[in-house]
């Protein structure tokens, strides 16, 4: 995959796999298989559109006058996309050899989310951040550590 990737580096796809790649807890790997899902990105306008489209988005059980309140994911979409997120959330939530996080903004919304609901939803919810953080790379087309790293110039 790596020769492929290489052969082909002026092309839009390969492109967007390096930006995925700019995402600490994204790979090589992980970048080519949710571009692989993906296809084309065009065709997504908002971040509700690709929740969807990965199966991340909520199954609401409804009948007549009978509401469900038991809601979870649909999971319609891509198996092989949810995987990749969800190792990317659990990647993006643990912590280095030294203690501190790899991702310190997403593990304490983890935390936070963990005081008032069960680990996997609060992984789930991790899971929808790391999909708009996606979205977001791939829309603006700018590597994630060049606008964090513009980000921390304006505050200091």
Do not use: W
Request: net charge positive.
């Amino acid at each position: 995959m790596h020769e492929l990737v290489n052969c082909n580096e002026d092309t839009g796809l390969v492109r967007q796999i390096h930006l995925i790649e700019s995402f600490k807890g994204a790979g090589f790997l992980s970048a080519v298989s949710l571009m692989c899902e993906i296809g084309d990105f065009s065709a997504f306008q908002s971040p509700k559109q690709l929740f969807a489209y990965f199966g991340l988005d909520p199954a609401v059980k409804q009948s007549g006058n009978f509401e469900g309140t038991k809601i979870s994911m649909s999971k319609r979409g891509s198996r092989i996309a949810r995987m990749v997120l969800h190792t990317m959330a659990l990647i993006s939530i643990s912590r280095n050899k030294d203690g501190s996080a790899k991702n310190p903004v997403l593990r304490d919304y983890y935390l936070k989310k963990c005081q008032s609901k069960p680990k996997m939803v609060a992984l789930g919810a991790v899971m929808h951040k790391v999909c708009n953080i996606v979205f977001a790379i791939l829309r603006d087309e700018k590597n994630l550590k060049s606008s964090h790293q513009r980000n921390t110039r304006r505050i200091t």
